[in-house]
């Protein structure tokens, strides 16, 4: 069983990004969105004008924390081979009802991705707002890289999250 990272939130957090569970990269590195691929960083450097890929971990978490985003997984624990979350087996969720009491103004939750959002029903018991965004990993080629940022800076305009 493969166990995965604690939430990154902060209690002022007003949106809290829910990926399904790390890949084998982020698990080795024990940092969210660790590979190099994952457009996760890129697509936040955007919206907020400033280079977190060329930060180390700990400088991408302060500006998490800076502007108000907080991440984490819908599972805390699964089997699975490989990164992909087709892969996923036996998952056990973690206590997405934790949001709310991590950061008592949440005003929403963003699934990343179509293996995160099969939890929706359980973060719209939250009473937050609920949002599917487009997942930032390299495996969804479909969805090019301004697409992608389209829809996570709608997103994220609605929270005043977007410099």
């Keep these: 069983m493969l166990e995965g990272l604690a939430p990154v939130i902060a209690p002022d957090a007003r949106l809290v990004v829910l990926g399904s569970f790390p890949g084998a990269a982020s698990l ?5 969105y660790g590979h ?3 457009n ?4 936040l450097s955007a919206l907020w004008g400033e280079d977190l890929v060329a930060l180390d971990y700990p400088g991408r978490l302060a500006a998490l924390r800076r502007h108000r985003l907080g991440l984490w997984d819908v599972y805390r624990g699964c089997e699975r081979e490989g990164s992909l ?3 996923i087996r036996a998952p056990v969720p973690n206590d997405l ?3 709310t009491r991590l950061a008592p103004g949440l005003r929403a939750v963003a699934h990343n991705g179509a293996e995160s959002a099969r939890s929706r029903r359980l973060t719209e018991a939250l009473g937050v707002d609920v949002h599917a965004l487009p997942s930032t990993s390299p495996a969804n080629a479909a ?5 992608k940022l389209a829809a996570w800076r709608d997103v ?3 929270y005043d999250l977007v410099s």
Excluded: G, H, K, V
């Excluded at 080795?28 to 969210?32: C, K």
């Excluded at 969805?143 to 697409?147: C, G, Q």
């Design 28 to 32: 080795a590195a024990q940092q969210y």
């Design 36 to 38: 190099p691929r994952n």
């Design 40 to 43: 996760l960083w890129r697509l």
């Design 85 to 87: 979350d087709s892969a």
């Design 97 to 99: 009802a934790l949001l």
């Design 143 to 147: 969805w090019s890289f301004e697409r």
């Design 156 to 158: 994220f305009s609605r």
